[in-house]
């Protein structure tokens, strides 16, 4: 995966050293990650052999699922700034809008993030009734991000024009920030995500603040930290203007593997997708399976622990992970907390 | 002069009602919400639907599709792409072939336009769901040669849904994988 997604970001992607072995042993796991549009895309310059034609659906489908997405974020800034939310728009358009074509990273949804304060006038706006579903994902409060002040974040947006409506994204150093940070809670089981960092990494405006984009809590600055690397030291993006905390950050020995693991696990299951636990927990026959597919990997056991990316065994920090969801899971049932994440 | 159309009107239109539409610089992706169906137009076919918007006549059709990518687009490739449309239900109305003329049979029209490119109209399976990229549709499973089966679960919405319940693995002696319990 690897290997075949190597540059597949760029304008003009390289497709030497794009062995055909490699292609077709990962299409499926391309197609599963959501992967296809961008190995379509650096294989395609090297002449359209047949076995692309999965690849190129894929991207067509992703192509038509961006288009009709795009149609809906306007409606859906147009509700919520109906009832004084302003919000901000991250992930998805907000990175896809930066790739060569549409198609090449496939989004499902709509993220937007408001301010904790505005929780009730977002829900409102969001039931109200209207002409079409909006797929939004409204996250109150920053998220990955929630170390900087929502006004200084907001300070530092900018603002888009999309089919005649101004939409608010965050600004390229938070932005950043929150890419890579989101990619390591998931434990970076989306390779597109990894690209994301990759391709912003090249594009960075000249006025790119490092000094902000690595301020805030230590230990997550160094996550994102990793994350730069780790688009460097698995996919070949360019390092070049970005500064020595990048350069001199020497991965821990454990990390690129955990991650290459999970990209070829065919049969992970991501949040969201999984049953719910309460569900599983009334049919014993699939619970070994269901509490496989919870098992944290090293990547997302670590943020999860708030611990460092270092040398020190992930074991511990997997185990913790665990009993602390169980936890989680617990209060929800007993009411004592919202329900957490499947 | 304009060649007859089956709609009467020798202007063909193309169809807007119930499409997504994404125009890229290669290709122009078409999303049929009533069918659910997606295509792929090719350039010429691309431009020649494009033209079609109820007033064109057949040669200004050619003309402006010609403009359009730059090189001269012959009668032919533009019934052909027009049928090929027609076919794939992005017409207002079905569009026939001509016959007589310079156009002696429907083979001979097929013969000549086929050694133009960029007319073809593909369509276009979903290979994942398009959003979350979390099951195989069963057509995409079935295409895999069997040590491409992946185990992963199998799509139980869209065009050609999979049993509930099924994943994509080898199956018996089949030379492809299936959606199977």
Request: aromatic share 6%; glycine share 8%; net charge positive.
């Amino acid at each position: 995966m690897a290997r075949v997604l190597r540059g597949a970001w760029r304008e003009r992607p390289d497709a030497e050293g794009l062995a055909s072995a490699d292609l077709l042993e990962a299409i499926p796991l391309l197609l599963l990650s959501g992967s296809a549009g961008l190995a379509w895309w650096r294989a395609q310059s090297a002449g359209p052999p047949p076995a692309l034609k999965p690849l190129h659906d894929a991207f067509g489908v992703h192509a038509l699922q961006a288009a009709i997405l795009d149609a809906k974020i306007p409606a859906a800034f147009a509700r919520l700034r109906g009832r004084g939310v302003e919000p901000l728009l991250g992930k998805g358009w907000a990175v896809a809008r930066l790739y060569p074509r549409p198609g090449l990273r496939p989004y499902g949804d709509i993220d937007l993030y408001a301010r904790r304060e505005d929780e009730g006038a977002g829900r409102a706006a969001l039931a109200e009734p209207g002409p079409e579903a909006l797929p939004v994902d409204l996250h109150w409060g920053l998220a990955e991000l929630d170390d900087r002040g929502f006004e200084e974040v907001i300070t530092r947006s900018q603002t888009l024009r999309l089919r005649d409506t101004d939409v608010r994204v965050f600004g390229p150093e938070d932005h950043l920030r929150l890419l890579a940070l989101h990619l390591l809670r998931h434990g970076g089981w989306r390779p597109v995500w990894l690209c994301d960092v990759a391709l912003i990494l090249e594009t960075l405006p000249s006025d790119f603040d490092w000094r902000y984009f690595t301020s805030g809590d230590a230990v997550r600055t160094d996550a994102a930290v990793c994350a730069l690397r780790l688009a460097h030291e698995l996919l070949g993006a360019s390092l070049e203007g970005v500064p020595a905390v990048v350069h001199e950050r020497r991965l821990p020995r454990w990390l690129v593997p955990a991650i290459l693991r999970q990209w070829g696990d065919v049969r992970f299951e991501p949040h969201g997708t999984r049953r719910p636990m309460a569900m599983e927990l009334r049919r014993p026959r699939g619970l070994i399976r269901a509490l496989r597919a919870r098992w944290p990997n090293a990547v997302e056991a670590t943020v999860g622990r708030r611990a460092r990316f270092n040398g020190l065994p992930r074991l511990p920090f997997q185990i913790g992970e665990c009993f602390a969801r169980t936890l989680r899971f617990a209060r929800s049932q007993s009411g004592l907390a919202p329900t957490p994440e499947r | 002069m304009s060649r007859p159309l089956k709609d009467g009107t020798g202007r063909p239109r193309q169809r807007r009602e119930g499409l997504v539409v994404q125009e890229l610089p290669e290709e122009t992706l078409v999303y049929d919400l009533e069918r659910h169906k997606a295509h792929c137009l090719e350039a010429v076919a691309a431009a020649v639907w494009e033209a079609c918007d109820g007033h064109r006549t057949f040669e200004q059709i050619a003309a402006r599709a010609a403009k359009r990518i730059g090189r001269q687009v012959p009668e032919e490739a533009v019934w052909l792409a027009l049928r090929r449309l027609d076919r794939a239900r992005l017409m207002e109305a079905p569009v026939a072939a001509p016959l007589g003329g310079r156009f002696t049979s429907r083979r001979d029209w097929l013969k000549k336009a086929a050694l133009f490119g960029g007319v073809s109209v593909i369509s276009i399976t979903a290979p994942t769901a398009a959003q979350a990229a979390t099951c195989v549709s069963q057509t995409t499973c079935a295409g895999l040669q069997n040590r491409f089966c992946n185990g992963a679960p199998c799509c139980t919405t869209g065009p050609n849904p999979a049993p509930p319940g099924t994943t994509c693995q080898k199956v018996g002696n089949q030379n492809n994988c299936s959606c199977a319990p």
